[in-house]
């Protein structure tokens, strides 16, 4: 699995220790995923670089298909509150890092018409 979706070992199995992901096990031990882990993992992985803790993954996942990440029948109103509420936050974001790269931007426009 970690080879398949580019994710340490190491976060697979805090994956599972978060709930976030289910692997059966060999007989000899090893962890077995299935197929759609591959997928599960991707929008994990997505969902942190969005900024969302693993509790809230944790309650957001069984509401999304993995293939596709739509929403499933068990989404509710409460979720969609909490969901709207990461968007704005990760709206803030941008706007904030869009501001920083504009300043950087005129600092490196400013600094390469310069001659040393």
Avoid: W
């Amino acid at each position: 699995m970690a080879r398949r979706t580019g994710v340490s070992e190491r976060s697979l199995r805090y994956y599972e220790q978060q709930g976030l992901l289910v692997a059966d096990r060999t007989s000899g031990g090893h962890r077995d995923y299935p197929e759609q882990a591959v997928d599960r993992v991707i929008r994990i992985q997505e969902l942190f670089a969005a900024g969302l803790h693993s509790r809230k993954i944790a309650r957001l996942l069984p509401c999304m298909r993995d293939a596709d990440g739509g929403p499933s029948e068990i989404a509710t109103p409460q979720l969609a509150a909490d969901l709207a509420a990461e968007r704005d936050r990760i709206d803030r974001m941008i706007t904030e890092l869009t501001n920083s790269r504009d300043v950087l931007d005129e600092v490196i426009n400013v600094a390469s018409r310069r001659r040393p």
